[in-house]
C-alpha cells in the first residue's frame, strides 16, 4: 500500500529527513537510499508517495519513495541540463579559439580543462559519500573549484550525475561563481589585462 506526505526536516548532510504523512499521524523516517537510483536529491516540502517498512526497533520508515509529479520534473530538468551542457562546451571552444588566436596564453586552457576534471572527480566523490552516510566533500571546496575554472566539469557533473541541482542555495552560490570567474577571463581580454599577461610571461621566459 503507498502513502503520500510531505518532506519534512531534510538534513541533506547526513541524508535523511522524515515525511509528515497527509492522513495525519507520527513522522516517518526517510534515508536517501530510499529514493529510486536517478532521481534529484529532495531539499524539504517535497510531495511524495511512499511505501512504510518497520524496523529492527519497530519503527516506521518509508521506502520506495517517489516524488508526485516526478515525470514532469524530470522533463523540466532535463530541459535546462541540456542547456547548461551545451553553454559549457560552448564556452570551453570559445576558450580553444582563443588561445588558438593567441587571444589567451595556452596555461588558461590548461586551467580550465584541469579545473574542470578536479570538479567533475569531486563532485563523484561526493556523490557517493552522500549514498554510503560517508564524510561529504564541503560545498566551500566545490565552489573553489568552480571560481578557479572547473565550473564546466563542475556543470558537467551536476547534469550527468543528478547531484547538486535541487539545493537552490548551492546553485545561487554556484552561478556566482561561475559569474566571477567569466568577469575574471573578461578582463583578462581587455587591454589591462593582457598587459598583466604580458608582463606575466616577458617574467617567465
Given at each position: ?10 538534513k541533506?548532510?547526513q ?9 495525519g499521524?507520527?513522522q ?8 529510486g ?17 518497520t ?5 516506521a520508515n518509508?521506502?520506495n ?13 532535463a530541459?535546462?541540463g ?8 560552448v ?16 596555461a588558461v ?7 574542470s ?8 566523490f ?13 560545498e566551500?571546496?566545490l565552489h ?10 563542475a556543470l ?10 535541487s ?5 545561487i ?20 589585462g593582457a ?5 606575466v ?5
Amino acid at each position: 500500500m503507498r502513502y503520500q506526505g510531505k518532506i519534512n526536516n531534510w538534513k541533506d548532510g547526513q541524508g535523511f529527513g522524515f515525511i509528515n504523512p497527509n492522513d495525519g499521524g507520527k513522522q516517518v523516517f526517510v534515508h536517501i537510499k530510499s529514493f529510486g537510483k536517478g532521481q534529484q536529491r529532495p531539499v524539504g516540502n517535497e510531495a511524495v508517495t511512499y511505501e512504510l517498512k518497520t524496523d529492527a526497533k519497530g519503527r516506521a520508515n518509508a521506502v520506495n519513495v517517489a516524488y508526485v509529479g516526478a515525470r514532469a520534473q524530470a522533463a523540466t530538468s532535463a530541459g535546462h541540463g541540456n542547456f547548461s551542457l551545451f553553454a559549457a562546451a560552448v564556452f570551453l571552444l570559445l576558450v580553444v579559439g582563443m588561445v588558438f588566436t593567441d587571444k589567451l596564453p595556452l596555461a588558461v586552457l590548461g586551467l580550465y580543462l584541469i579545473a574542470s576534471m578536479v570538479a567533475f572527480i569531486a563532485y563523484k566523490f561526493d556523490r557517493s559519500a552522500a549514498r554510503n552516510d560517508r564524510r561529504r566533500t564541503p560545498e566551500n571546496a566545490l565552489h573553489l573549484y568552480a571560481l578557479i575554472g572547473g565550473w564546466p566539469g563542475a556543470l558537467f557533473a551536476q547534469r550527468l550525475l543528478r547531484h547538486k541541482t535541487s539545493k537552490q542555495s548551492f546553485q545561487i552560490m554556484f552561478w556566482i561563481t561561475v559569474m566571477l570567474n567569466c568577469a575574471a577571463l573578461g578582463w583578462l581580454l581587455s587591454s589591462a589585462g593582457a598587459s598583466v599577461l604580458l608582463s606575466v610571461a616577458s617574467a617567465t621566459d
